[in-house]
């Protein structure tokens, strides 16, 4: 890897925690702009110094990484405990666009052959129950510190290397010796296809690091048409909205999940979708219509924790993991005259019209703007599930323990508040509890959004909902 080619935003985060400190670090990334040879290895000469510049496709990871000490083999009780969150973004490279000549005959060979890279990368303490991070049961002495470096060796493309370096004092207790002192090194690999993985196959990192894919997970690198290539400073046109409301339309209601153990109900849901168009209008009171781009999906997921603990005095709890999974689309503004419900002329030729965009077949969807709201950009919802995690085969921890011994049953209702009045329509998800051993149900309410930086939220509306649900991702 030649030496220029180097992480970007790299920054250290504080250490969390009392005796036991963790530190992660934020922001690590490959560079935006770079040549061939930096990404690929070994690179054919006359591409080698083909400049490559971040493209528009773009893909959102999370993992979910827990860190565990146990006291006396893998059956004991736990010293340390640690909850992670490892997110990065995966996006494409394409050639830069200098004009027609030699390069038309480098972006058409690099069309086959894509290059991605990876950005926004982190790894976070993050606490999954009770509130506590780490949770240190013996109150030992140490640190958990992670890194990052790039590195090539990984196939034809570079990977981000995340180590990690542990450190555990001898731990005495009125003269007895519980646990000595530890030091242990380890690593992970972050791939630009989205994989994140144990490096080298440790038998230590595998036995004290437990990694669970919560969003995503490994996708393909599509190619990339030479006529997609763009210039580093181009960006797609955006249209800024002052007002909006949801179109009139009938939204289909969602499939329940059920899901059974001995003593555990779960009634889950998926395949819900979102408003499909916005009525839109800007500062000089031009009124459009947004259509949802189904052309360029962003897989997401969110990890949602149920925990009830029994009151004081009483042993035993219950803990559920809920995968909440969903597709976003960005909403385009469709060109004047342009909606669902216009009629246009068909062509003459016989050709497929695509009704959902509009039966022009001169309207140009690559040239359409985003919609942007008051300084963010609008997500539409599709495929949108809640249910219990792992129910679709998945990797990850146990998602269902009951240690009280009475029956549980959580039913969880999505609702869509129509919107208006400036408001887009927004993702509501209702959810009821019962437990045998209390005397009345309980329910509350928890809100999906996306943040001014794109990334998407599940937010607890009420104290019992914040008391009991815990969101990672």
Known sequence: MPSRMRLVGYRTDPPVGDAFTVTG???????????????????????????????????????????????????????????????????DYVAADVGAGPASSRQAALASFPCWGVTDLSVTPHAVTAGRNPFNKFNEVGS?????????????????????????????????????????????????????????????????FLVTPVDAGVHDRPPVAPAAARRSDAARPVW???????????????????????????TGFDGLDGPQTLTVRDAAGEQRTAMLDQAAPE???????????????????????????????????????????????PPEDGAD???????????????????WHRGRRHTGLRQVGLSVSGVDG?????????????????????????GGNDRAPRLRIGWHVSHQDETAPVEGRLAFDVDPTGRPTLTPLDDESRRRFTVTG
């Open 353 to 371: 019209v695509d009704a959902y965009y509009g039966d022009d077949p001169t309207a140009n969807r690559e040239a359409w703007p985003v919609l």
């Open 25 to 91: 670090f934020a922001g690590a990334g490959f560079p935006e702009q770079a040549t061939l040879r930096d990404l690929v290895t070994p690179a054919q000469p006359y591409l080698a110094g083909t400049g490559m510049v971040r493209g528009d496709q773009q893909r959102r990871h999370s993992y979910w990484l827990r860190y565990l000490r146990r006291r006396g083999g893998p059956t004991g009780p736990k010293r340390v405990c640690v909850d992670l969150l490892v997110r990065f973004t995966t996006f």
């Open 240 to 266: 800024h909205a002052t007002g909006l409301t949801a179109a009139p339309e009938e939204l289909a209601g969602p499939r329940l999940t059920p899901y059974a153990d001995d003593t555990v109900v779960v």
């Open 144 to 208: 958990l510190v992670f890194t990052a470096r790039l590195e090539a060796g990984h196939g034809t493309m570079p990977a981000v290397r995340v180590g990690y370096r542990v450190h555990h004092e001898r731990t005495t207790v009125d003269g007895v010796l519980l646990t000595p002192e530890h030091d242990e090194v380890g690593s992970f690999l972050v791939h630009s296809d989205g994989l994140f993985e144990v490096a080298d196959r440790s038998l230590a990192t595998r036995t004290h």
């Open 394 to 418: 998945g990797p990850g921890p146990q998602a269902v323990r009951n240690s009280t011994g009475a029956w549980t049953r959580l039913v969880l209702t999505p609702d869509w508040e129509p």
């Open 299 to 345: 897989p997401g997921a969110l990890l949602l924790a149920y925990r009830a603990d029994r009151g004081p005095g009483r042993a035993g709890g219950v803990r559920l993991l809920l995968g909440f999974r969903f597709t976003m689309h960005r909403y385009l503004v469709a060109p004047a005259g342009v909606d669902r419900g216009t009629a246009h002329q």
